[in-house]
T-cell receptor
Framework: DVKVTQSSRYLVKRTGEKVFLECVQD?????MFWYRQDPGLGLRLIYF???????EKGDIPEGYSVSREKKERFSLILESASTNQTSMYLC??????????FGPGTRLTVT | GENVEQHPSTLSVQEGDSAVIKCTYS??????FPWYKQELGKRPQLIID?????GEKKDQRIAVTLNKTAKHFSLHITETQPEDSAVYFC?????????FGDGTTLTVKP
């Protein structure tokens, strides 16, 4: 079974803090994704990585950065958290053009 | 870029009835169309997918149809059960990128 895990299920941070969300997959997938999920807005792509140290901006990259130093790990960084970044964050991975396997999600609240 | 519209946003049916969710996409280069189901508090999981060289695919009570000319695809669930209640997302994919619809909340009333 493919397993995608995320470092936290729930996170509460203060405005201006630097926030790290980590994602790990165990299936040697080359592609990894970070999405943001808000009610009524579906899944919006923040960043994508297709290989170690490679990244591409998604549809809503502003205010976020990413890091992929190892194939199995993809980190999302909020340099200075703001209240409008309160959301559910989902990580996913896949290989080539195939189904994406999602992590359990991190519900981030910025106060 | 790709734009995916999904309708309806909410759908309520009686147990045993059929449910249909429709999606349209804008980029004719899209070639992979997955459907994901997300139960409350859980992660999205693939339930069925279809590639652009196929018009229809069925897996027990669920089926997906694709009309490439009209650029739309649909999810059909027959004999609905309460455990089918969830949010369903369609997606259209080009190469590595999937663009998701906004989701349909399906409620199956017992």
């Amino acid at each position: 079974d493919v397993k995608v895990t995320q470092s936290s299920r729930y996170l509460v941070k203060r405005t201006g803090e630097k926030v790290f969300l980590e994602c790990v997959q165990d299936m040697d997938h080359e592609n990894m994704f970070w999405y943001r999920q808000d009610p009524g807005l579906g899944l919006r792509l923040i960043y994508f990585s297709y290989d170690v140290k490679m990244k591409e901006k998604g549809d809503i990259p502003e205010g976020y950065s990413v890091s992929r130093e190892k194939k199995e790990r993809f980190s999302l960084i909020l340099e200075s958290a703001s209240t409008n970044q309160t959301s559910m964050y989902l990580c996913a991975s896949n290989t080539r053009v195939h189904e994406q396997y999602f992590g359990p999600g991190t519900r981030l609240t910025v106060t | 870029g790709e734009n995916v519209e999904q309708h309806p946003s909410t759908l309520s049916v009686q147990e045993g009835d059929s449910a249909v969710i429709k999606c349209t996409y804008s980029d004719s280069a899209s070639n992979y169309f997955p459907w994901y189901k997300q139960e409350l508090g859980k992660r999205p999981q693939l339930i069925i997918d279809i590639r652009s060289n196929v018009g229809e695919k069925k897996d027990q009570r669920i089926a997906v149809t694709l009309n490439k000319t009209a650029k739309h695809f649909s999810l059909h669930i027959t004999e609905t059960q309460p455990e089918d209640s969830a949010v369903y997302f369609c997606a259209a994919s080009i190469s590595w990128k999937s663009t998701f619809g906004d989701g349909t909340t399906l409620t199956v009333k017992p």
